[in-house]
């Protein structure tokens, strides 16, 4: 799936106000491109109306320096209410007001020529493009980007079914050797929480969880789901628990606080739990999704109403190679928070990946509490950069790895395939169904070069029969982030970009560079 990565960073050496926007990733060559522009007053103000309006509580001011604009007729009449109308309509209009805004503060020249023509490449592999958005400005996370939309009447970035929206931050620890795994295994953990009937709440979550309807054409291969359930654990208890099974799922219900270190979640009245240390637990036990039923874990910390970089739960966890980390924005209502975790978790069970089971909840929350009510721009998405969003294995892929006896007739009479480096001279032996390569331990053929992805091309292998005669194909795949796989061909090195060409016996791979390694595939006896 392409992916387009924007940077947000404050200019510090020019003027409170100045901001640079750039590329970091993008599907092509060109597509990097960087742009200086300056803070709004006037988002200043709309960022006050906003915070006035949705928060009820005092938050942080962003960024320092900025002033609202001079009272204007005109603009005030897009941000306030007019004589005899009623909140409804205001909030529609502050709302809408705010997220064009942003869009065009934004996505303006280069960016947006950017944005468009990578969109014009996910178009055409007739799949949605993943934006991921790193604010690197401490003062600019507090603000719903979620919201932004190009024009009235279209919908916001976190809404469209065409762009897969996330945040992410590049100043990150390495992933954890990652698996999808074919269920949901999720540890539901209930902290302290004076509103909360333990028990009660978690026999709801799990009901929630878990007995989400089986609906359309997805009830074939809708993933099982298992829940376990810790009320109020000791720390100790919480590792053990972790320890204990392989859970792809951690979600947390109860009572948060912001705080330098990533935030306080209250296990217990007197027993707390920074996001540091929650980091290190949940990437030793290969946790894919850490999920947070709780006030302000999107939120950094602040002192004198400014905002204390990278102390927000989601960024902390995501620093330290959690791949992923969904958290609420502000307060959420119980059954509002109820119905976005029953839609996330039929998205998740239906095998989409993370950032698009959060835009088809987030879209369920606007269905039921409206567009012009807050609830569908509170749960914030982070994702590692270099993790695909795949928490649970396609139905395909599942039904693809063919057992080595699955054809025995075949198996036994076919002859052996394998990879050899013709550098190094090493040899792989690939397996009936389907041989993984990539730069990580977790793969059947691992290439460790910087330039090889994690998951960077597959090997298919397929046992047919023409009439009563075994037939065996080969096949590659390639998975790579920059579409970096290569077969010689004319005596020229041919590009494979995400696309799955036949293999032959003799033929010549790379992987990563162009530079790298040779491999050749060969079929003995052939």
């Known amino acids: 799936m392409p992916s387009l990565n924007l940077a947000i960073a404050r200019l510090v050496n020019i003027g409170t106000d100045n901001f640079a ?37 005092s938050r942080l001011d962003l960024p320092p320096g900025s002033t609202p604009p001079p009272t204007n007729p005109q603009t005030m009449d897009l941000v306030s209410p007019p004589n005899g109308h009623t909140a409804g309509p205001y909030t529609s209009r502050l709302m809408q007001y705010l997220g064009i805004n942003l869009w065009r503060w934004v996505f303006d020249g280069a960016i947006l020529g950017s944005l468009e023509r990578s969109q014009g490449m996910a178009m055409g592999e007739q799949t949605p493009l993943r934006l ?9 996370i507090a603000l719903p ?6 024009e ?3 919908p916001a970035i976190s809404l469209s079914k ?12 390495p992933l954890p050797d990652l698996r999808t795994n074919p269920a949901l295994n999720i540890l539901l953990v209930l902290g302290s929480d004076k509103k909360l009937q333990l028990e009660q709440e978690a026999a709801i979550l799990k009901r929630t969880l878990c007995d989400s309807p089986v609906v359309g054409n997805h009830s074939q291969g809708y993933a099982p789901c298992t829940v376990t359930t810790l009320l109020q654990p000791t720390r100790q208890e919480l590792i053990q628990e972790l320890e204990s099974r392989e859970y792809n799922v951690l979600f947390y219900a109860g009572h948060g606080s912001p705080a330098p270190d990533g935030g306080l979640l209250f296990l217990q009245p007197d027993m707390t739990l920074n996001g540091i240390e929650l980091a290190q637990v949940l990437t030793r036990n290969n946790v894919n999704l850490a999920v947070f039923n709780s006030c302000w874990g999107a939120q950094p910390d602040g002192v004198n109403r400014q905002a204390i970089p990278s102390s927000s739960l989601a960024e902390v966890l995501i620093r330290h190679g959690v791949p992923a980390v969904l958290a609420m924005r502000d307060q959420i ?8 975790i029953q839609a996330f978790a039929q998205a998740l069970r239906k095998r989409l990946p993370i950032d698009e089971a959060v835009a088809e909840a987030r879209q369920h929350l606007l269905t039921i509490y409206k567009f012009n009510q807050p609830a569908w721009t509170l749960p914030v998405l982070y994702l590692h950069p270099n993790f695909n969003g795949e928490l649970i294995q396609s139905f395909d892929e599942g039904i693809t790895e063919l057992p080595e006896t699955a054809i025995p007739s075949i198996t036994s009479s076919a002859p052996t395939a394998c990879l050899r480096s013709l550098d190094k001279g090493v040899t792989w032996f690939l397996r009936s169904g389907v041989t993984r390569i990539g730069r990580t331990k977790d793969n059947d053929i691992v290439i460790p070069e910087g330039s090889v992805s994690k998951r960077h091309a597959e090997i298919l292998c397929r046992n047919n029969l023409s009439g009563a005669t075994p037939i065996r194909t080969y096949s590659l795949q390639d998975l790579s982030t920059y579409g970096t796989t290569w077969f010689l061909a004319a005596n020229s090195w041919q590009q494979i970009l995400r696309q799955e060409v036949p293999l032959k016996s003799g033929m010549q791979l790379k992987f990563g560079s162009p530079k790298g390694e040779i491999w050749q595939f060969i079929i003995e006896d052939s």
């Not at 200086?36 to 103000?45: A, G």
């Not at 065409?162 to 931050?169: A, G, I, N």
């Open 21 to 57: 926007i750039w590329v970091v990733n993008a599907p092509y060559p060109s597509g990097y491109v960087l742009r200086d522009c300056v803070w709004s007053p006037h988002l200043t103000q709309a960022w006050i109306d906003w915070q006035e309006m949705f928060a009820g509580h």
């Open 132 to 140: 991921r958005l790193e604010i690197r400005d401490p003062d600019l």
């Open 152 to 154: 009235a009447g279209q």
């Open 145 to 150: 980007w979620e919201i932004m939309q190009r």
């Open 333 to 340: 209502r119980d059954d509002e928070s109820l119905s976005f």
């Open 162 to 173: 065409q762009v897969l929206f996330s945040r992410t931050t590049t100043e990150v620890d």
